[in-house]
């Protein structure tokens, strides 16, 4: 199935995933202007009258960018909004994606057909994540128009299952947008989730490693110093399973080997600060990160990406 129009303009078939805590306007701008969907969550502005600030930074720069190069279009960008009945920012945060008529939503941790409504009502595309068909079809019963399967190996709140096995069921039944995430760090690797049957690759981690990403110097480093071997897959931190840098976790004063389980029911978002800020110090990061050698723009890291990717595309053609 064609991709709906909003992703007519991108130059490669990627979303840059919202990183929590990282993602701000500078790198979603780069994103965009580099071909790609640029995203971040709108938790991320703190205090909640920050996000105002950042949507109209970011829908103005790309108007001023698409002025100057003429013939040049920006990719779409994304707002991911967790709901969830912790996050007391939601209903605020929506008014303000609907005041910028935000192209793309991704919505986490909860399928809801008013906050889909809301989002189609301003002429916006809702992507929703899942980690199992079950949760896939609840997102589309209730009016998301498309998924994001996330698979094992996926940096933040990462599944358990094979990308084969959840692309797979899903495309059993549906047809509609589908973006794979899960290690996804070379262009070679995109070309592979499209040719698994997914639309779009979903890329996070090595993002977590460029100059616009607001994460410390350290965290960057041990992103590039760090293999799949080095995350650790625990519910510790938010109460949800997601992948997480050992050696964060080891800097911590923890055992990776021995962490305790986290009750699920004491997740916690919206204003209050909660979890954040006593793991503040806690990295997470998907299991795609050993290919990510430095750090560098993130306009570099889309072009390398890019050229992966036609590479491999010519690998293909003349086998």
């Known amino acids: 199935m064609s991709l709906p129009p909003v992703f007519s303009t991108l130059s490669l078939p990627v979303i840059g995933s919202p990183l929590f805590i990282i993602s701000n306007p500078k790198l979603v701008i780069e994103q965009c202007k580099a071909g790609i969907v640029g995203s971040m969550p709108a938790l991320n502005a703190r205090p909640a009258s920050q996000l105002d600030e950042w949507l109209a930074e970011i829908t ?8 100057e190069v003429p013939g040049r279009k920006a990719a779409p960008f994304a707002i991911n909004q967790i709901v969830h009945k912790t996050n007391d920012r939601l209903e605020q945060d929506m008014l303000l994606c609907a005041k910028y008529k935000v192209p793309v939503v991704i919505t ?22 899942v980690i199992n068909n079950g949760f896939a079809r609840k997102a589309i019963e209730k009016g998301a128009d498309g998924l994001i399967a996330v698979a094992a190996g996926a940096g ?6 094979s990308p084969f096995a959840l692309v797979q069921e899903i495309r059993l039944w549906f047809d509609g947008p589908l973006a794979l995430s899960g ?30 990403a607001r994460a410390s110097d350290a965290y960057k480093q041990m992103i590039v110093d760090s293999t799949s ?17 050992r050696g964060s976790i080891v800097n911590a004063g923890l055992d990776p080997e021995n962490l305790p389980s986290s009750d699920p029911s004491q997740m916690s978002f919206g204003s209050g600060e909660g ?18 050698d430095r750090v560098i723009p993130a306009a570099e890291l889309v072009a390398r990406l890019a050229r992966e990717y036609e590479q491999a595309r010519r690998r293909i053609c003349t086998a």
Do not use: C, P
Request: aromatic share 8%; glycine share 16%.
């Open 60 to 67: 103005e720069t790309l108007a001023a960018w698409e002025r």
């Open 108 to 129: 986490s941790l909860g399928a809801r057909t008013d906050i889909n409504d809301a989002v189609h009502g301003w002429g916006g595309v809702v992507l929703h994540d």
């Open 183 to 212: 290690s996804i760090a070379t262009g070679g690797a995109v070309l592979a989730a499209q040719a698994m049957g997914a639309d779009l690759a979903y890329i996070g981690s090595a993002f977590i490693a460029t100059d616009e």
């Open 275 to 292: 979890n954040r800020k006593a793991w503040k110090d806690i990295w997470g990061s998907g299991q795609g990160i050993g290919v990510v």
């Open 156 to 161: 933040g709140h990462a599944g358990t299952r």
């Open 229 to 245: 071997d080095d995350i650790v897959y625990s519910s510790l931190f938010t109460g949800v399973l997601g992948n997480y840098l």
